[in-house]
């Protein structure tokens, strides 16, 4: 590996980044379009979920209430693990982190069980267990490679090696405003476990939707929920494009990969599902969840058919990312211009200037990393495919939103918290059981 903390300290700003992402805004544009986003917000009328996770007893009736829905339709051939494949709770030496889809990959062996993984055992395994699209897998792989990994190997530690790098590494991949992990700067640095309180609340929200389950609709308030959260409480909070996308991406994973079945086909993204696969066990004597290593639940079957990039954006610019605009992705975000063609081909066509501002390892590699990810970037998104991306320079945009990557908060200076939480996943814990409005650490 390549990494190191110097090199880490060193990078440069990510200031000016992704020129004309999406079609970024104006700041004046932009401010007006968040105000109009909060007035929308507060006329808005929101269901409270005190009177639900109020008490312990509450939320054993709560989570016993979601229990008992089954798939309608499945493929036997789809039932995991497969035969050879077998759980086995990680070491304390194996590299586990933020992305409970890849932890519980690696604890049934379709990954390396020491958390150390390379490009194509991630684009096999994730195909494998999960049914995610290889164009979805490349886009993110591309990401992790270029700024949590090292590009000679093509691998990354799941968690983080001795604390550096890897997929815990705050405003690269790993964003705030997670579905069930907390912010990097509130949570003094753990953003990687499974929070206790922000589980309770996702199963609020399920239990109050009419489906009792963790579908899109349920994530989506999860989201607006968390985004008003981290508005107040989190001066840090930087919403930079990439880790945006994959923070909203990760609400839609849930119900699209989690489910029983294949979600909008009969599956059911049902509490027995989502809970053993993200490792949240509820403890009735406290009413908290532990978080423990990630694993199927008996009988699951995984989706029938690929979940792919632009239904993942899709999904995540239409369901979720209206609930609660953080800053505007897009100008087109919340209209019905909004196209997730556009948004991937605008990081396909800025990857130029996004690469050397992210770079994790030699900082002297900004055009092998160009190359690289052009060339796992091009089969899958660019033109000759279906989504047809078109190669052609942006012009940079002065003007944009995202201009404090390197003041406290951003990608190139993560805000003061400790440091004691940034390794690898302990399990068999609670964490959070209380909302941190400010970081303890
Ligand atoms: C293909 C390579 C993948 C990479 C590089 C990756 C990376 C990540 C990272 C960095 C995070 C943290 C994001 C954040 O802070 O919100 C994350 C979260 C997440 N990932 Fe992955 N991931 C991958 C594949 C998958 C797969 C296959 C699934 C599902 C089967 C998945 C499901 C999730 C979910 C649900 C979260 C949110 C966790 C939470 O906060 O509750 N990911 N992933
Ligand atoms: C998934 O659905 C199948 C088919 O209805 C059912 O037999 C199985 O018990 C379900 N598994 C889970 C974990 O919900
Ligand atoms: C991925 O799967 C293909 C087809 O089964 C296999 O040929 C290839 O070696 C695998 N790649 C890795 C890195 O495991
Ligand atoms: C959507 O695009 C059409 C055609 O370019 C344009 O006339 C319209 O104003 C746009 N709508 C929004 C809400 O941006
Ligand atoms: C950039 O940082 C400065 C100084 O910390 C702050 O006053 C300003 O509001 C920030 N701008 C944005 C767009 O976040």
Same mark, same amino acid.
């Given at each position: 590996?390549?990494?190191?903390?110097?090199?880490?300290?060193?990078?440069?700003?990510?200031?000016?980044?992704?020129?004309?992402?999406?079609?970024?805004?104006?700041?004046?544009?932009?401010?007006?379009?968040?105000?109009?986003?909060?007035?929308?917000?507060?006329?808005?009328?929101?269901?409270?979920?005190?009177?639900?996770?109020?008490?312990?007893?509450?939320?054993?009736?709560?989570?016993?209430?979601?229990?008992?829905?089954?798939?309608?339709?499945?493929?036997?051939?789809?039932?995991?693990?497969?035969?050879?494949?077998?759980?086995?709770?990680?070491?304390?030496?194996?590299?586990?982190?933020?992305?409970?889809? *890849?932890?519980?990959? !690696?604890? @049934?062996?379709?990954?390396?069980? +020491? $958390?150390?993984?390379?490009? #194509?055992? &991630?684009? /096999?395994?994730?195909?494998?267990?999960?049914?995610?699209?290889?164009?979805?897998?490349?886009?993110?792989?591309?990401?992790?490679?270029?700024?949590?990994?090292?590009?000679?190997?093509?691998?990354?530690?799941?968690?983080?090696?001795?604390?550096?790098?890897?997929?815990?590494?705050?405003?690269?991949?790993?964003?705030?405003?997670?579905?069930?992990?907390?912010?990097?700067?509130?949570?003094?640095?753990?953003?990687?476990?499974?929070?206790?309180?922000?589980?309770?609340?996702?199963?609020?929200?399920?239990?109050?939707?009419?489906?009792?389950?963790?579908?899109?609709?349920?994530?989506?308030?999860?989201?607006?929920?968390?985004?008003?959260?981290?508005?107040?409480?989190?001066?840090?909070?930087?919403?930079?494009?990439?880790?945006?996308?994959?923070? *909203?991406?990760?609400? !839609?994973? @849930?119900?699209?990969?989690?489910? +029983? $079945?294949?979600?909008?086909? #009969?599956? &059911?993204? /049902?509490?027995?599902?989502?809970?053993?696969?993200?490792?949240?066990?509820?403890?009735?004597?406290?009413?908290?969840?532990?978080?423990?290593?990630?694993?199927?639940?008996?009988?699951?079957?995984?989706?029938?058919?690929?979940?792919?990039?632009?239904?993942?954006?899709?999904?995540?610019?239409?369901?979720?990312?209206?609930?609660?605009?953080?800053?505007?992705?897009?100008?087109?975000?919340?209209?019905?211009?909004?196209?997730?063609?556009?948004?991937?081909?605008?990081?396909?066509?800025?990857?130029?200037?996004?690469?050397?501002?992210?770079?994790?390892?030699?900082?002297?590699?900004?055009?092998?990393?160009?190359?690289?990810?052009?060339?796992?970037?091009?089969?899958?998104?660019?033109?000759?495919?279906?989504?047809?991306?078109?190669?052609?320079? *942006?012009?940079?945009?002065?003007?944009?939103?995202?201009?404090?990557?390197?003041?406290?908060?951003?990608? #190139?200076?993560?805000?003061?918290?400790?440091?004691?939480?940034?390794?690898?996943?302990?399990?068999?814990?609670?964490?959070?059981?209380?909302?941190?409005?400010?970081?303890?650490?």
């Amino acid at each position: 590996m390549k990494i190191n903390q110097a090199a880490l300290l060193a990078l440069p700003a990510l200031s000016s980044a992704f020129p004309g992402m999406g079609g970024v805004a104006s700041k004046a544009e932009t401010e007006k379009f968040i105000r109009r986003q909060y007035e929308a917000e507060n006329l808005e009328k929101r269901q409270t979920l005190t009177t639900l996770t109020g008490t312990i007893a509450a939320l054993a009736s709560t989570v016993t209430g979601l229990l008992g829905s089954v798939a309608s339709s499945v493929d036997p051939s789809n039932l995991r693990p497969e035969r050879d494949f077998t759980y086995q709770a990680p070491a304390s030496t194996d590299s586990r982190g933020p992305c409970p889809g *890849l932890n519980l990959l !690696a604890n @049934y062996n379709y990954l390396p069980r +020491n $958390g150390h993984v390379t490009f #194509g055992q &991630v684009i /096999n395994a994730t195909s494998r267990g999960f049914n995610m699209g290889a164009d979805l897998a490349t886009v993110l792989l591309v990401f992790a490679i270029l700024t949590d990994g090292d590009i000679a190997t093509e691998s990354f530690y799941l968690g983080s090696l001795n604390g550096v790098g890897g997929l815990n590494r705050h405003s690269t991949v790993e964003a705030d405003v997670s579905p069930n992990r907390e912010d990097y700067y509130l949570g003094c640095g753990d953003n990687h476990h499974v929070s206790s309180r922000l589980f309770a609340q996702n199963v609020g929200y399920a239990y109050l939707s009419s489906s009792k389950q963790f579908d899109l609709g349920t994530m989506g308030n999860q989201y607006a929920a968390s985004a008003s959260f981290s508005k107040k409480y989190n001066p840090y909070l930087y919403y930079f494009p990439f880790p945006q996308i994959v923070s *909203l991406g990760a609400f !839609a994973f @849930y119900p699209n990969f989690f489910s +029983n $079945g294949t979600y909008g086909a #009969g599956g &059911v993204a /049902n509490y027995e599902s989502i809970s053993s696969i993200i490792g949240a066990k509820f403890i009735k004597s406290t009413g908290q969840f532990q978080y423990v290593p990630e694993q199927w639940p008996a009988y699951w079957y995984r989706r029938a058919t690929p979940y792919g990039a632009v239904q993942a954006l899709t999904d995540a610019l239409v369901s979720i990312y209206p609930k609660n605009i953080i800053v505007p992705l897009a100008s087109q975000a919340g209209t019905p211009n909004l196209s997730a063609r556009d948004l991937l081909c605008d990081i396909y066509q800025g990857i130029n200037s996004i690469t050397p501002l992210g770079l994790a390892g030699a900082l002297g590699a900004t055009a092998e990393g160009v190359t690289w990810a052009l060339s796992k970037l091009t089969p899958v998104i660019g033109a000759g495919t279906t989504l047809g991306c078109p190669l052609s320079t *942006l012009s940079p945009n002065e003007n944009t939103f995202f201009t404090n990557a390197s003041s406290t908060g951003g990608p #190139g200076k993560n805000p003061a918290s400790s440091t004691a939480h940034t390794g690898n996943n302990v399990y068999n814990k609670v964490y959070f059981p209380v909302a941190p409005v400010v970081p303890t650490c």
